[in-house]
């Protein structure tokens, strides 16, 4: 049974750092694409990074610069380091991947960027 865990969300005070991380179970980890998406309160979830099994990354525009995802295979885990945090990244994080015709989500982790 495959499983996504994340964690690593909280609250930041803008222009502030936070790391999440996903832990995947029940899958050849190494072998799959894994995703980071979010969303915000009121709006459609979107992509927000993704990193290849070969270790190609692709980013939204509004994160560039800011945002990294990484994957460490030896511990079955993807991360994603927020650095320069803005309000506008205030949503729920989630992990994603497809393995053939199936869709798996982590639970979702808070980010919240205030004063």
């Known amino acids: 049974q495959v499983q996504l865990v994340e964690s690593g969300g909280g609250l930041v005070q803008p222009g502030g750092s936070l790391r999440l991380s996903c832990a995947a179970s029940g899958i050849g980890f190494r072998f799959y694409d894994m995703e980071w998406y979010r969303q915000a309160p009121g709006k459609q979830r979107e992509l927000v990074a993704a990193r290849t099994s070969g270790g190609m990354t692709n980013y939204i525009d509004s994160v560039k610069g800011r945002f990294t995802i990484s994957r460490d295979n030896t511990k079955n885990t993807v991360y994603l380091q927020m650095n320069s945090l803005k309000p506008e990244d205030t949503a729920v994080y989630y992990c994603?991947?497809?393995?053939?015709?199936?869709?798996?989500w982590g639970q979702g982790t808070q980010v919240t960027v205030s004063d």
């Open positions: 994603h991947m497809v393995r053939g015709y199936q869709d798996y």
